[in-house]
């Protein structure tokens, strides 16, 4: 057969139609030929690689697609019909109870894994190989659900565990950084240098995307505002603000609080609050002053939505019958909550710019006889100031996002804290509220900035005052250091370091960041701790033959085979370590005699 002579780009041959390509083919080639990092001859993908399966899985929302693409395939919720959280960090105390939240679990997870291969990527599991994303928090015992079904019931080659902080670090190009990940359940934040993960210096807090739900959900049922549908055709003239109610309880659902949340939330800057405003709220003050509560307060904001959460399953009767009784305190007076929550709102409505929305919404079920449907009006001020929960920290367990980050940076090394602040990335769904990552600089900037407090007076004459306690102060010299990576505005600065690093990330959306990361990883054959289907099947066989042969004895408790999955908890003592040595009980010779 003559070849097909070929003609320039831009240009068709005349003897050749124009829908007819010009190019030839080779056939089979890319099918037959074997992958040079592979010695299996498992067939291939069309590009001539094997292309692995990215599997992130959150603890709400999974993002799935194959190596080596720019974008999931198909990101969607674990739980399509509630939309909540497939596990939580906490689990029941009783042994059957945590039995069968274990068996649910798996469960669930056996229904999200077999959505992910046979109908979001469409492919065999048994001819690809995975790539888990986890969490450096994720419990050892859901790792150990995600491989029994991984390898038992979809019978894949490997999987291979890497770090969520890492592969997001990878992503932009870095091995060095500090990353912080503000997911749904909390905040982490971890340092790696030269792509080690700093896992002693993780640092965490429950401030994040579930807390920020929370706290919108009940400056809501405050401070906002319902309009029920008309009661008749006649009354649609009539003005609306006479039937402005409080928002029930009913109308807020997790869909549309979930809804307010990503289309109409942002995060603003911070007011402007002088020494004055910082003092403990009292009482006594009324609520025309514009004086902030300070965290020392009655009720903080994190205190706020945190007795928000608490009070989400009181009844409209018990909520009609006191106005602010789902932000009840037992520490604090009768009447202080009140004045502090109007205090708060007072202060937020003045330093806001932001406008009123209107949502349609469907009305409670005592009131489906009227006309149309209800509107839900959405103050401005809570669009713009209810992500202030996550700025504003509560108490040692409840750090703000920025403390978190500080927090980290005190505990690596005096060396490396300057790599490292130079190099900060913000990760996870939380982070994507518009105005976030600047306003997080903003607030690392005023944490380590030098205290402005008026000097004390000695209270003791002769003797002189003990020096402030000054939190960050070995942080200060790295104030004009701090870079964030992905910082979509970021600011000049004194440092050429920060100004070489600050925005130059690239464009990825920051909740899929990990994904990204691995991707890359898979297409490069890098990755993390790789467990193959024969080690896990021969650790599960022998682990099945030694509960068969053990007899528990009275001396002798059982224990439990380790894991073959990576475990951080469990990593070598570094070197130089001391290892800690169990005393021995020493026993009288029998040559010595009692009391000798």
Same mark, same amino acid.
């Given at each position: 057969?003559?070849?097909?002579? &070929?003609?320039?780009r831009?240009?068709?041959?005349?003897?050749?139609?124009?829908?007819?390509?010009?190019?030839?083919r080779v056939?089979?080639?890319?099918v037959?030929?074997?992958?040079p990092?592979?010695? /299996?001859?498992?067939?291939?993908?069309l590009?001539?690689?094997e292309?692995?399966?990215?599997?992130?899985?959150?603890?709400?929302?999974?993002?799935?697609?194959?190596?080596?693409e720019g974008?999931?395939r198909?990101?969607?919720?674990?739980?399509s019909?509630?939309?909540?959280?497939?596990?939580?960090?906490?689990?029941?105390?009783?042994?059957?109870?945590?039995?069968e939240?274990?068996?649910?679990?798996?469960?669930?997870?056996?229904?999200?894994?077999?959505?992910?291969?046979?109908?979001?990527?469409?492919?065999?599991?048994?001819?690809?190989?995975v790539?888990?994303?986890?969490?450096?928090?994720l419990?050892?015992?859901i790792?150990?659900?995600?491989?029994?079904? $991984?390898?038992?019931?979809?019978?894949?080659?490997?999987?291979?565990?890497?770090?969520?902080?890492?592969?997001?670090?990878?992503s932009?190009?870095?091995?060095?950084?500090?990353?912080?990940?503000?997911?749904?359940?909390?905040s982490?934040?971890?340092?790696i240098?030269?792509?080690?993960?700093?896992?002693p210096?993780?640092?965490?807090?429950?401030?994040?995307g579930?807390?920020?739900?929370?706290?919108?959900?009940?400056?809501l049922l405050?401070?906002g505002?319902?309009?029920?549908?008309?009661?008749?055709?006649?009354?649609?003239?009539s003005?609306?603000?006479?039937?402005? /109610?409080?928002?029930?309880?009913e109308? !807020?659902?997790?869909?549309?609080?979930?809804d307010i949340?990503?289309?109409?939330?942002?995060?603003?800057?911070?007011?402007?609050m002088?020494r004055?405003?910082m003092? *403990?709220? &009292?009482?006594?003050?009324?609520?025309?002053?514009?004086?902030?509560?300070s965290?020392d307060?009655?009720?903080?904001e994190?205190?706020f939505?945190?007795?928000?959460?608490a009070?989400?399953?009181?009844?409209? &009767?018990q909520?009609?019958s006191?106005?602010?009784?789902?932000?009840?305190? *037992?520490?604090?007076?009768p009447?202080?909550?009140?004045?502090h !929550?109007?205090?708060?709102?007072?202060?937020?409505?003045r330093?806001?710019?932001?406008?009123?929305?209107?949502?349609?919404?469907?009305?409670?079920v @005592?009131?489906? /006889?009227?006309?149309?449907?209800?509107?839900l009006?959405?103050?401005?001020w809570?669009r713009?100031?209810?992500?202030?929960?996550?700025?504003?920290?509560?108490?040692?367990?409840?750090?703000s996002?920025a403390e978190?980050?500080?927090?980290a940076? $005190?505990?690596?090394p005096?060396?490396?804290?300057?790599?490292?602040?130079?190099?900060i990335l913000?990760?996870g769904g939380?982070?994507?509220?518009p105005?976030?990552?600047?306003r997080?600089?903003?607030?690392?900037?005023?944490?380590?900035a030098?205290?402005?407090s008026?000097?004390r007076?000695? /209270?003791?004459?002769?003797?002189?005052? @003990? @020096?402030?306690?000054?939190?960050?102060?070995?942080?200060?010299?790295?104030?004009p250091?701090i870079a964030?990576?992905?910082?979509p505005?970021?600011? *000049?600065?004194?440092?050429?370091?920060?100004?070489?690093?600050?925005?130059k990330?690239?464009a990825?959306?920051?909740?899929?960041?990990?994904?990204?990361g691995?991707?890359?990883?898979?297409?490069?054959?890098?990755?993390g701790?790789e467990?193959?289907?024969?080690k896990?099947?021969?650790?599960?066989?022998?682990?099945n033959?030694?509960?068969d042969?053990?007899?528990?004895?009275?001396?002798?408790?059982?224990?439990?085979?380790?894991s073959i999955?990576?475990?951080?908890t469990?990593?070598?003592?570094?070197v130089?370590?001391?290892?800690?040595?169990?005393?021995?009980?020493v026993?009288?010779?029998?040559?010595?005699?009692?009391g000798?």
């Amino acid at each position: 057969m003559p070849a097909i002579p &070929s003609t320039p780009r831009g240009k068709t041959s005349s003897a050749t139609p124009s829908a007819t390509p010009t190019t030839t083919r080779v056939a089979n080639t890319h099918v037959l030929q074997s992958s040079p990092h592979y010695t /299996t001859t498992r067939r291939h993908s069309l590009y001539g690689t094997e292309d692995r399966v990215v599997i992130d899985p959150g603890s709400r929302i999974w993002k799935v697609g194959f190596s080596g693409e720019g974008k999931p395939r198909d990101v969607f919720y674990a739980d399509s019909a509630t939309s909540e959280s497939l596990w939580r960090w906490s689990r029941a105390s009783n042994p059957s109870a945590r039995e069968e939240e274990d068996k649910l679990l798996e469960i669930h997870i056996e229904r999200c894994m077999r959505s992910v291969f046979h109908q979001s990527l469409l492919t065999d599991p048994k001819s690809r190989k995975v790539i888990l994303v986890e969490h450096p928090l994720l419990p050892l015992y859901i790792k150990e659900i995600f491989a029994k079904v $991984l390898f038992g019931n979809l019978q894949v080659p490997s999987i291979s565990f890497a770090s969520s902080h890492l592969l997001s670090l990878l992503s932009v190009g870095r091995i060095t950084g500090l990353v912080i990940d503000c997911g749904h359940l909390e905040s982490t934040a971890l340092p790696i240098f030269a792509a080690r993960p700093m896992f002693p210096h993780l640092r965490t807090t429950p401030l994040a995307g579930t807390r920020f739900t929370s706290h919108l959900r009940a400056l809501l049922l405050l401070f906002g505002n319902y309009i029920p549908p008309p009661s008749s055709l006649s009354a649609v003239n009539s003005a609306s603000s006479s039937r402005a /109610t409080r928002v029930p309880q009913e109308i !807020l659902t997790d869909a549309l609080v979930e809804d307010i949340k990503t289309r109409s939330c942002f995060v603003s800057t911070a007011p402007e609050m002088n020494r004055e405003a910082m003092r *403990p709220f &009292s009482p006594a003050l009324t609520s025309e002053s514009d004086l902030p509560p300070s965290s020392d307060a009655a009720m903080s904001e994190s205190e706020f939505s945190r007795a928000s959460e608490a009070g989400e399953s009181v009844d409209s &009767s018990q909520q009609a019958s006191s106005e602010f009784s789902i932000v009840s305190h *037992p520490r604090e007076e009768p009447g202080s909550g009140e004045n502090h !929550l109007q205090i708060l709102a007072n202060l937020f409505m003045r330093h806001s710019s932001a406008t009123d929305i209107q949502l349609r919404v469907g009305p409670p079920v @005592p009131q489906q /006889t009227g006309t149309g449907r209800g509107t839900l009006i959405v103050p401005g001020w809570i669009r713009e100031r209810a992500a202030e929960v996550l700025f504003s920290g509560g108490d040692v367990d409840e750090s703000s996002v920025a403390e978190v980050i500080l927090e980290a940076l $005190l505990k690596v090394p005096v060396d490396l804290r300057k790599t490292l602040v130079s190099s900060i990335l913000v990760t996870g769904g939380t982070a994507m509220l518009p105005g976030f990552i600047p306003r997080l600089h903003a607030e690392l900037l005023r944490a380590i900035a030098p205290p402005t407090s008026p000097p004390r007076q000695p /209270t003791r004459s002769g003797k002189p005052l @003990p @020096p402030a306690y000054d939190r960050y102060a070995a942080l200060r010299p790295l104030l004009p250091h701090i870079a964030i990576l992905n910082n979509p505005s970021p600011q *000049p600065s004194s440092s050429s370091r920060a100004n070489a690093n600050a925005g130059k990330a690239p464009a990825f959306s920051p909740s899929s960041m990990a994904w990204v990361g691995a991707s890359l990883a898979g297409a490069l054959k890098t990755g993390g701790v790789e467990v193959s289907r024969e080690k896990w099947d021969e650790a599960f066989s022998s682990q099945n033959d030694d509960d068969d042969d053990m007899v528990v004895s009275a001396i002798q408790p059982e224990q439990k085979p380790r894991s073959i999955l990576p475990d951080w908890t469990r990593t070598p003592l570094p070197v130089g370590a001391s290892v800690a040595i169990k005393p021995s009980l020493v026993l009288p010779s029998p040559q010595t005699a009692v009391g000798a």
